[in-house]
């Protein structure tokens, strides 16, 4: 017959120092952990690294019967229960890896009692032959991980999480604790809504992570720049490259490799056994880099990653905070590096165009991606415009590059004038469209076949803009996309005006710009500048 497992220790203080080994809590974990063991529900917001494994760990070890924990990160189960077996908790997970006898082993023990805690994968939870499984033993809690996978504002959906709503009606004595390390207001809106834990107390931790120094440059040559950061500054350390595509991936793992570092290359493209195997590595081995798309780092535990860079743009703040996160999850100094160019904009402005889905859908991106640009295009400090961006105010923080080496500002109020109207020129009179780099050369006068195929040299903007260099009118087209003055569209992100722009051109509004400095990185530690 079902039996519920019995508690394990009197209290939370007990457990951590007994199974985990540490002497207090950190932050709103022991407000959290009294609310849970009490039967409350709660939802936590808390950083990554913050510390949010043990607010759900431990009440399961304090309350009578199995804590259930729905994670979306299958590939971690194994890790995770095999961490908590190595400190004494009876763990196991439910998921698709698992054969018929494997499962049944695992349900076996829940109904003997005999599991403090077990994973669950999303879709398992939704089916209704687990509910009812579960329905025969006792739960002493669910635990929602990974919570804001249930909102479809946010940049990581997972259809599963929507079935998780019925968890309320079917066990309305079971405490839920929903925990994100996404804390924007609406994905905070949504998943409390969704998930149905009106009842909630709500647990939002601050956000800063002052350890970590936050740096953007502009892209030039970004696999040499990225060499540049890492021999630099981060010699020898453990760091993740994030980039978005599996080629730009294999190649830049490739290229650092080929100039001595331990560089591993980890995507979704790779089986199984490969990527295990990399993870493996950079857990165990000292100054291991990968180089990933965003399908690595979720919930792995690396305490002393020096360094994150992004060699693209992340295509939302939310990612952004997410990724940059895991560096210095031991509070140690750490760095995160982000390049971006103009090409960036482009490609993905041209991604969300083509993307599947309805206008709504493709609004949000854009607002996603707006507002990576403006933290980019920030002159103010780094940290108060990612905090404010999460709803936290914060003063400026003396440990981002906007504050080590306050950008200059310039008024580009003519040099915008110039562009936009060769933009205006081309397309009234003679219905043509063209990316930057055409447009940058009608400007600066250079003379390339196409130029003379279209008579461009003909035009009345034809090198009015010599003043400035290549990079710099780069730079211009760039910030004019942030600032939605001008607009890439298809494939070859052909600039087009935005309403705004006919502000700039009458002379109705002035256009300030960020100086860039010419060469790239700068740091607090003595690079080169
Ligand atoms: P999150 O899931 O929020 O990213 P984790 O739960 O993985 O964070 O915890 C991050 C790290 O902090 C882990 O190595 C964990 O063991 C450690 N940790 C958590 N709580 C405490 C505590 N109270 N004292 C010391 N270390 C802690
Ligand atoms: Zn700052």
Not at 110 to 125: K, N, Q, S, T
Not at 176 to 187: P, S, V
Not at 221 to 226: G, I, N
Not at 312 to 326: A, F, I, M, W
């Amino acid at each position: 017959t079902p039996r519920a497992t019995p508690p394990r220790f009197a209290s939370p203080a007990e457990a951590l120092r007994t199974v985990f080994g540490y002497d207090s809590f950190r932050g709103q974990q022991a407000a959290i952990i009294d609310r849970v063991v009490a039967g409350g529900d709660a939802v936590v917001l808390m950083p990554t690294g913050g510390g949010k494994s043990l607010c759900y760990q431990i009440p399961s070890l304090v309350r009578e019967g199995t804590g259930v924990v729905v994670s979306p990160l299958i590939a971690l189960m194994q890790d995770q229960v095999d961490a908590l077996t190595a400190v004494g908790v009876r763990a196991a997970f439910l998921n698709s890896t698992q054969d018929a006898g494997q499962r049944a082993a695992v349900e076996r023990d829940y109904l003997a009692g005999e599991l403090d805690i077990l994973y669950v994968a999303p879709e398992r939870l939704s089916s209704e032959a687990t509910k009812r499984f579960l329905e025969r033993g006792r739960v002493a809690l669910f635990a929602i991980d990974e919570a804001h996978c249930v909102s479809q504002w946010g940049h990581d959906f997972r259809p599963d999480y929507l079935a998780l709503s019925e968890l309320a009606d079917r066990w309305p004595d079971v405490p839920r604790i929903a925990l994100t390390a996404t804390a924007t207001e609406a994905t905070h809106r949504e998943l409390t809504e969704r998930l149905r834990l009106q009842d909630a107390e709500h647990f939002v931790s601050d956000f800063d992570r002052p350890n970590i120094q936050y740096r953007i440059v502009p892209k030039v040559e970004v696999r040499k720049q990225l060499l540049d950061f890492i021999t630099g500054e981060h010699p020898g350390e453990a760091g993740i490259v994030y980039a978005l595509s599996r080629n730009s991936v294999e190649r830049t793992a490739e290229f650092l490799s080929g100039r001595g570092l331990t560089a591993l290359p980890y995507h979704a493209g790779l089986d199984a056994q490969t990527r295990a195997r990399t993870q493996a590595r950079f857990l165990r081995e000292d100054g291991v880099i990968v180089v990933a798309t965003i399908a690595f780092g979720m919930g792995i535990d690396k305490p002393d990653v020096r360094f994150v860079a992004h060699i693209d743009l992340p295509k939302s703040v939310e990612g952004y905070y997410q990724e940059t996160g895991r560096a210095g999850r031991d509070g140690l100094p750490s760095t995160t590096w982000l390049a971006y160019g103009l090409q960036d904009v482009v490609q993905q402005r041209r991604m969300i165009d083509e993307s599947p889905g309805d206008l709504a859908h493709r609004r949000r991106l854009t607002q996603h991606l707006d507002a990576m640009l403006a933290l980019c295009e920030t002159v103010q400090c780094r940290r108060v415009n990612l905090l404010n961006y999460f709803g936290q105010r914060a003063t400026p923080c003396g440990n981002c590059d906007t504050c080590l080496t306050p950008p200059e500002t310039w008024d580009g109020t003519v040099p915008a004038q110039k562009l936009l109207s060769t933009v205006v020129r081309l397309q009234r009179e003679r219905n043509q469209r063209f990316g930057a780099g055409h447009l940058i050369d009608i400007l600066r006068a250079k003379r390339t076949p196409r130029v003379e195929q279209y008579g461009h040299d003909r035009l009345s903007t034809w090198g009015i803009g010599e003043d400035l260099g290549e990079s710099q009118w780069r730079g211009v087209v760039r910030q004019l996309i942030a600032q939605e003055l001008l607009k890439p569209e298809g494939e070859y992100g052909v600039l087009t005006l935005t309403p705004a722009s006919a502000e700039v051109l009458s002379g109705g509004r002035e256009v300030v710009l960020r100086r860039e400095p010419e060469r790239a990185a700068r740091s607090s530690r003595g690079g080169r500048s």
